[in-house]
């Protein structure tokens, strides 16, 4: 009775019918109309992976010491390498950070090749070196170069409307960035369950730690992101790491997001279940930059990515 209806109606549909030239013409038009827009929808595809591809490439030479020129003035990062151990030992002391029994420390050999100290182990971590970096530069765990833990937030318990947001992984869009209009609201009546520094801050970055499809995503937050102006803390499928003062948030953030696809992958457990262990984050190996480096490599970033968006604008 249903289809008796719709085809009824088909069939009762007035229908223009210009002279069979016409339609002929009309015909001929949409078909190069249609294969024209065709090419143009293959030519934009085409041209956003190029710029996936220029935005891939620009954060794997920024990391490499590729992307800016080394200045023989810089301060050295061994140094810097100092400053960090030198604050997180005082940190320690005030009891803001628990001490690593098992802290690592990088350094090169008479030999060239790399070593690693833990405790007092010493062994060869050649193998684990991804690439040459400049003279200036210094390997460290990525543990060692963050001012706070790296962990997961807590799981939280929503109400409707409350003063304090949770930053979930769907706010860590694939295409979008940050968008803090995608939180979700906390019952403040578990406030209590949650230290300072567990409250994002400007210049962390959020790494999506479960879910399929979003696992591993990357994301830089800034508080300007936050048009709500309300305080907010990560849910328990996303990781924050927070750089040390002498790691640029946004080199940290850089260096991140280069490996955002191997993350992806880094994934642990069944197929459905799989999650990103903060102890993968922690071990990642990560190239420093002298500090004066750092800024020109997250400027260089910042302005290669700002072209890059204008010319995607014009694409839509």
């Not at 543990?143 to 962990?151: A, L, P, S, T, V």
């Not at 003062?245 to 080199?251: E, P």
């Amino acid at each position: 009775m249903k289809n008796s209806f719709r085809l009824d109606n088909i069939q009762n549909v007035l229908t223009p019918v210009p002279p069979l030239a016409e339609q002929i013409r009309i015909v001929e038009k949409l078909s190069c109309i249609w294969t024209q827009i065709q090419q143009i929808d293959s030519e934009s595809t085409t041209a956003r992976d190029i710029i996936l591809l220029a935005k891939t490439k620009i954060l794997d030479l920024a990391i490499s010491g590729q992307l800016v020129p080394q200045d023989p003035a810089d301060e050295p990062a061994s140094v810097l390498l100092e400053r960090i151990r030198a604050e997180k030992e005082e940190l320690i002391k005030q009891g803001k950070l628990k001490r690593d029994k098992k802290e690592s420390v990088i350094f090169r050999g008479e030999d060239n090749s790399y070593y690693e100290k833990i405790g007092y182990e010493i062994h060869c971590i050649n193998e684990e070196m991804p690439f040459e970096i400049p003279d200036t530069w210094e390997w460290m765990r990525l543990e060692n170069c963050c001012i706070k833990e790296i962990r997961r937030g807590k799981s939280p318990k929503y109400i409707e409307q409350s003063g304090t947001l949770v930053f979930a992984q769907k706010c860590n869009t694939k295409y979008a960035g940050i968008d803090i209009g995608l939180a979700l609201y906390l019952d403040e009546n578990t406030l209590g369950k949650y230290t300072d520094d567990e409250y994002m801050q400007d210049g962390d970055v959020v790494i999506n730690s479960t879910g399929t499809g979003t696992l591993g995503r990357v994301g830089f937050y800034r508080v300007a992101d936050n048009r709500a102006n309300l305080p907010i803390v990560p849910d328990s499928h996303v990781t924050v790491v927070r750089a040390h003062r002498n790691v640029h948030a946004f080199y940290l953030y850089a260096f991140m997001k280069a490996n955002q696809a191997e993350l992806e992958k880094e994934g642990e457990g069944s197929t459905n279940q799989k999650e990103l262990k903060p102890l993968t984050l922690k071990e990642m190996l990560i190239p420093i930059p002298p500090f004066s480096e750092q800024k020109r490599i997250a400027l260089a970033i910042t302005a290669a990515f700002s072209t890059i968006s204008a010319i995607e604008k014009s694409l839509t």
